[in-house]
């Protein structure tokens, strides 16, 4: 690959975006924020500086998510932050302009798909490309994608989850629910808040979740002490949760992931559902990460679920291999311009 050949793989994620650069693999991995000043909608910070500032800014800055269940809600900020992010991830090639594949939910109108393209040509790309996440996720969990039987992927990400089944490059059955991180640390705050009388921020929210949160009721619960706002007295107070309190705060959306995949699972043909029960399905993104995840699915389906190496990564890796193999996976790709 000549120099002038710049390939830019992004998962532009709801809370977080990576970018991927063939033969170097993932170069950043951000939050999804900018900060921008609230009269001229100027951009004063994008992705972790931004993040810093949410919930901590003067009311001359707005912290900012531009996408909102995987899906642009804020154009001119999007294209801000592509623009950011992709000359980030080129350092000092600003001359050439690189051919950008983004990954984004199956479930998206060719509406929101349009703006993603024209967003990420005034980003300055040469080249748009679009991949469907759970296509991305497959080929960075190193499912052979093309092969004939039926693979099936639960890609869980902060603002929607994709749950596919996929035979010979495409997506057999599919559906898209917008349940993803996001909606578990609104559930955890709104249960805190419910049961302890606390108001907490979603980064405290958040925080309970990844250090002690889990699918499933433990027999030795995890501790952990938490400070937010008395709603009585207004006053800051700290409080000891456990990881049931957890556990009972995500039932809600849980039950909707799960009602998801058994979905797909009943609308795929009989043949590729045999070859889905053989393999199992594969978790991938950063909220299958969930304590127990993979076993409360297992459970509740029947079908043995496991969690792909690092999950995280899954779809910025994908979205790059399809984009240095573009004419392996032409079936797989949607619109080019």
Same mark, same amino acid.
């Given at each position: 690959?000549?120099?002038?050949?710049?390939?830019?793989?992004?998962?532009?994620?709801?809370?977080?975006?990576?970018?991927?650069?063939?033969?170097?693999?993932?170069?950043?991995?951000?939050?999804?924020?900018?900060?921008?000043?609230?009269?001229?909608?100027?951009?004063?910070?994008?992705?972790?500086?931004?993040?810093?500032?949410?919930?901590?800014?003067?009311?001359?800055?707005?912290?900012?998510?531009?996408?909102?269940?995987?899906?642009?809600?804020?154009?001119?900020?999007?294209?801000?932050?592509?623009?950011?992010?992709?000359?980030?991830?080129?350092?000092?090639?600003?001359?050439?302009?690189?051919?950008?594949?983004?990954?984004?939910?199956?479930?998206?109108?060719?509406?929101?798909?349009?703006?993603?393209?024209?967003?990420? #040509? =005034?980003? @300055?790309?040469?080249? $748009?490309?679009?991949? +469907?996440?759970? !296509?991305?996720? %497959?080929?960075?969990?190193?499912? &052979?994608?093309?092969?004939?039987?039926?693979?099936?992927?639960?890609?869980?990400?902060?603002?929607?989850?994709?749950?596919?089944?996929?035979?010979?490059?495409?997506?057999?059955?599919?559906?898209?629910?917008?349940?993803?991180?996001?909606?578990?640390?609104?559930?955890?705050?709104?249960?805190?808040?419910?049961?302890?009388? #606390? =108001?907490? @921020?979603?980064?405290? $929210?958040?925080?309970? +979740?990844?250090? !002690?949160?889990? %699918?499933?009721?433990?027999?030795? &619960?995890?501790?952990?002490?938490?400070?937010?706002?008395?709603?009585?007295?207004?006053?800051?107070?700290?409080?000891?949760?456990?990881?049931?309190?957890?556990?009972?705060?995500?039932?809600?959306?849980?039950?909707?992931?799960?009602?998801?995949?058994?979905?797909?699972?009943?609308?795929?043909?009989?043949?590729?559902?045999?070859?889905?029960?053989?393999?199992?399905?594969?978790?991938?993104?950063?909220?299958?990460?969930?304590?127990?995840?993979?076993?409360?699915?297992?459970?509740?389906?029947?079908?043995?679920?496991?969690?792909?190496?690092?999950?995280?990564?899954?779809?910025?890796?994908?979205?790059?291999?399809?984009?240095?193999?573009?004419?392996?996976?032409?079936?797989?790709?949607?619109?080019?311009?």
């Amino acid at each position: 690959m000549s120099l002038f050949q710049k390939k830019i793989g992004i998962d532009l994620g709801t809370t977080y975006t990576l970018v991927h650069i063939p033969k170097k693999g993932i170069v950043i991995n951000e939050p999804s924020v900018v900060a921008i000043t609230a009269k001229g909608g100027e951009v004063l910070a994008v992705g972790n500086e931004a993040k810093e500032m949410i919930g901590r800014t003067p009311d001359t800055i707005i912290a900012r998510k531009p996408l909102k269940d995987g899906v642009i809600a804020d154009y001119k900020t999007t294209e801000a932050m592509l623009r950011y992010f992709i000359s980030k991830a080129l350092g000092g090639f600003k001359i050439f302009r690189p051919e950008v594949m983004i990954a984004v939910p199956a479930g998206i109108t060719s509406t929101e798909r349009r703006a993603v393209i024209d967003a990420t #040509l =005034a980003a @300055g790309a040469k080249a $748009a490309y679009i991949i +469907k996440e759970p !296509i991305a996720a %497959a080929i960075g969990a190193n499912i &052979p994608i093309g092969s004939a039987s039926g693979h099936m992927i639960v890609d869980m990400g902060g603002g929607t989850s994709e749950i596919a089944v996929i035979s010979l490059g495409s997506i057999v059955t599919n559906t898209s629910v917008r349940i993803g991180g996001n909606k578990f640390d609104e559930a955890i705050g709104e249960h805190i808040k419910k049961k302890y009388n #606390l =108001a907490i @921020g979603e980064r405290t $929210a958040e925080s309970v +979740k990844i250090k !002690i949160g889990s %699918a499933l009721y433990l027999k030795d &619960p995890l501790k952990m002490e938490i400070m937010g706002r008395d709603m009585v007295s207004g006053l800051p107070r700290i409080v000891k949760i456990d990881s049931n309190d957890v556990t009972e705060a995500l039932q809600e959306p849980l039950k909707g992931i799960i009602n998801a995949v058994k979905r797909v699972l009943f609308n795929t043909p009989p043949e590729l559902s045999a070859d889905v029960m053989d393999k199992g399905m594969v978790l991938s993104g950063g909220s299958s990460l969930l304590r127990n995840f993979d076993k409360l699915l297992t459970q509740a389906t029947g079908v043995e679920a496991y969690n792909a190496d690092e999950p995280l990564l899954c779809v910025a890796r994908g979205t790059g291999i399809a984009l240095e193999n573009l004419d392996a996976y032409k079936r797989s790709i949607l619109t080019t311009r």
